[in-house]
């Protein structure tokens, strides 16, 4: 019997396992890898600070605590295992281009220093109002900006390359993975007892967390709870600049909500589309692609002549509140959530696996208010 059996194993699941074998929980983690799981297609921006998301204090709290977390998470899979992490530290430029972006855009950095001064640094991060020739030399494919703000405590994560990273660390410590579909979880006289497969195999275990991502409610009917978790697609498009050294370009926040990202590989990767009522379809569509492209080239019309090397497809598991759901179900002794996260799943999902692991080895944590139960 394992302690524990992780379903899911993108980014949240990778790091709930992670964490439990870490700490010598016997854990199996099943994963079936579906076809547009939002790990394989995220951005990867750590930046609470710029997130759409800072008018909910609950979400802004949550993700300081999460982006803070990631350097110490990151120097343990660099001791603890061989490969990249993916994680490195850059600057973000928020900026507006347009002139009717600037009241808005002076009222978000208002909001954004009151919280600097209520939380204090260096959690949220400093921050530098920056000219335009400042900005276009940081990012030279730019426009000519109206407003742009720089925050220096910004990070990105390759979430493929840090999901592996935290399975590979995780096999270290005992962890197993295997490809399968989980078709139940299985639990008699209201207590947990393991999960079957669609092959017809069944692991035994204590404990079974559900990080099944935007499928994670396809389990509510058996358990007897309501997890409200749906799919928001997301289109999201990789340029490739050639010739163009890319390392050093800060992460471009514009404000209509869409943004651009740098790698060292001569890459930016620009998106995203939030499409709520998509269902499970990761497909290409026109206006996605058409949404993308229009709103990267009006604020950085320099990328005009990238190549599109790769247009990548996330069904990203959104909750009806857009808060994460976490921690056990009031239904199943044993059973755990950890999902939920919506468009912010590569910024809060590393913490929100820990947080979850502790709390099935008994630490005290303040899960409840991302319980399951508040959607009662």
């Known amino acids: 019997m394992y302690d524990a059996i992780v379903v899911g ?81 850059c600057e973000l430029l928020s900026v507006a281009v347009d002139d009717d972006e600037v009241a808005a855009f002076d009222d978000a950095t208002e909001r954004i220093e009151n919280r600097q001064e209520k939380y204090g640094e260096p959690k949220p991060g400093t921050t530098t109002e920056r000219s335009s020739d400042e900005a276009q030399a940081k990012f030279p494919a730019l426009a000519p900006t109206k ?108 404000f209509r909500g869409h943004y651009m990202v740098p790698w060292s590989d001569n890459r930016v990767v620009v998106g995203a589309t939030r499409e709520v009522d998509s269902g499970f379809e990761p497909r290409t569509t026109a206006g996605g692609v058409h949404e993308v492209l229009s709103e990267a080239l009006r604020v950085a019309p320099g990328l005009e002549d990238a190549e599109i090397a790769d247009i990548r497809i996330g069904l990203r598991p959104r909750s009806a509140d857009q808060l994460p759901v976490l921690g056990s179900i009031p239904t199943v002794e044993g059973v755990h959530l950890a999902t939920g996260h919506g468009a912010t799943g590569l910024q809060l999902g590393p913490y929100s696996g820990k947080l979850v692991a502790d709390a099935i080895f008994g630490e005290p944590m303040e899960l409840e208010q991302f319980s399951v139960k508040r959607f009662r």
């Open 9 to 89: 194993g993108g980014i949240v699941g990778a790091s709930v396992a992670y964490h439990l074998a870490r700490n010598d929980a016997e854990t199996l983690l099943i994963d079936r890898h579906d076809p547009g799981r939002a790990t394989d297609a995220g951005a990867g921006i750590i930046s609470p600070a710029t997130s759409s998301r800072t008018a909910s204090s609950v979400w802004f709290e949550f993700a300081l605590d999460a982006a803070a977390y990631y350097p110490t998470l990151n120097d343990r899979l660099t001791d603890e295992q061989d490969g990249d992490t993916g994680y490195s530290n």
């Open 147 to 254: 407003r742009c703000r720089a925050y220096s405590d910004a990070a990105r994560v390759d979430a493929r390359t840090f999901t592996a990273a935290l399975l590979r660390a995780g096999e270290r410590h005992g962890l197993t993975v295997v490809e399968r579909d989980v078709t139940r979880i299985t639990h008699e006289d209201g207590t947990v007892t393991g999960v079957e497969t669609a092959d017809g195999g069944s692991d035994d275990a204590e404990n079974v967390v559900v990080a099944g991502g935007a499928w994670s409610r396809r389990f509510e009917e058996s358990l007897g709870v309501s997890i409200p978790v749906e799919p928001q697609r997301g289109q999201i498009i990789h340029l490739d600049l050639h010739e163009t050294d890319t390392e050093n370009w800060p992460i471009v926040g514009a």
